[in-house]
């Protein structure tokens, strides 16, 4: 049992990611007080509905008030007006971090607004799902999964201790790195598939020889697999573009010169080539089962859920 960790966590967005972790802070007693916030009186008010917080306000200066956690989670586009609204506020020895999915951006847009006073250690949780909203969240979201830190030079290690102890409470595997190597490595193990996806999809929707009708009905055949990824949110994957624009592009090159590479193939029929890559791809699929990071059932575990 870990207890509580923090007198008061101020949760700034309180969608997916930020209503799961004030479930899980909730449910483990982290805090005695999480105070919530978000911009719009819809998504506030569900979170009271949803019974996630201890108070509620709109205005992030007012939330950040007195907390000695502070958690921003919201579009990474936005992260330079939050820092803007919240520095004002923030109580001198608090820690505040994010969860944002690209991280040189957001150390850009938030640390130079940051006081001396408090410690900010920037964070990415590699834990979520294709839905978005206070609704979206749930316990455990976080278990098992990895939270990547990317620290500044100097930071307080004592902080940076009790960031990495609050996040192995939510059930995460610790790691640290820098924030360009972050960058990198998201870009082609989620950014990536993400962008494969939206194009995949658009293109389907888009095929005039193929009816809608016909891409919905054998969707199941591989398809549908894409359209998961492809239902992210909007607002976060267009700010995920913007802000990991160079390590998207230089891997999104390599991944068309592997494209053609497989087109050639096709074209002069040559099956070894193929049969060589599609072998060496199934045993990653092996080792990413092997790490525990997905289960080992047909479809995704689609049929064992439905036989539930
Ligand atoms: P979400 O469910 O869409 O929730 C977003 C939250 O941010 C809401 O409270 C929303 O407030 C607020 N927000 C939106 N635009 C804003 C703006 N311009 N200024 C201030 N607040 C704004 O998003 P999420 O999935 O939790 O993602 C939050 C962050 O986590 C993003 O940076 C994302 O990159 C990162 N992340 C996401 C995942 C994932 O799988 N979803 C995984 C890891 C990390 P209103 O509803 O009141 O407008």
Redesign the pocket.
Same mark, same amino acid.
């Given at each position: 049992m870990t207890g509580v960790m923090f007198d008061r966590i101020a949760l +700034?967005? +309180?969608?997916? +990611?930020?209503s799961s972790i004030a479930r899980d802070v909730k449910a483990l007693g982290l805090a005695r007080e999480i105070v919530v916030s %978000?911009? %719009?009186a819809?998504?506030?008010g569900r979170a009271q509905e949803l019974e996630l917080g201890t108070s509620y306000v709109a205005s !992030?200066a007012e939330a950040v008030r007195d907390a000695d956690l502070v958690v921003v989670? *919201?579009? *990474? /586009?936005?992260s330079e007006? *939050?820092a803007k609204q919240i520095a004002p506020s923030l109580k001198p020895g608090a820690i505040v971090t @994010?969860?944002?999915?690209?991280k040189a951006s957001v150390i850009a847009q938030m640390a130079p607004h940051m006081p001396e006073s408090v410690h900010f250690i920037p964070g990415?949780?590699?834990?979520?799902?294709e839905k978005? /909203?206070?609704d !979206?969240g749930f316990i455990g979201l976080f278990q098992g999964r990895w939270c990547i830190f990317t620290p500044l030079p100097g930071t307080d290690e004592r902080a940076l201790d009790t960031l990495k102890s609050f996040w192995a409470a939510l059930g995460s595997r610790i790691d640290e790195m820098d924030p360009q190597h972050h960058d990198k490595v998201l870009a082609i193990v989620s950014h990536l598939p993400h962008i494969i996806a939206y194009n995949i999809v658009g293109t389907a929707d888009d095929l005039e020889a193929v009816t809608e009708s016909e891409v919905i009905k054998y969707s199941a055949s591989g398809f549908r697999d894409f359209t998961r990824l492809a239902a992210? @949110?909007p607002?976060?994957w267009r @700010? *995920?573009c913007l802000h990991n624009k160079d390590a998207i592009l230089e891997m999104l090159a390599r991944f068309s010169e592997d494209l053609a590479y497989l087109q050639r193939a096709i074209r002069w029929g040559e099956g070894e080539k193929l049969f060589e890559l599609f072998t060496r791809t199934r045993a990653v699929r092996r080792s990413i089962i092997e790490a525990g990071q997905d289960v080992d059932v047909p479809d995704f575990g689609r049929h064992a859920l439905d036989k539930r």
């Open positions: +700034i967005g +309180i969608g997916l +990611i930020g %978000s911009r %719009s819809e998504t506030l !992030a989670s *919201v579009p *990474v /586009g936005a007006e *939050v @994010d969860v944002g999915s690209t990415h949780p590699l834990a979520g799902t978005s /909203g206070p !979206a992210s @949110d607002t976060m @700010d *995920v």
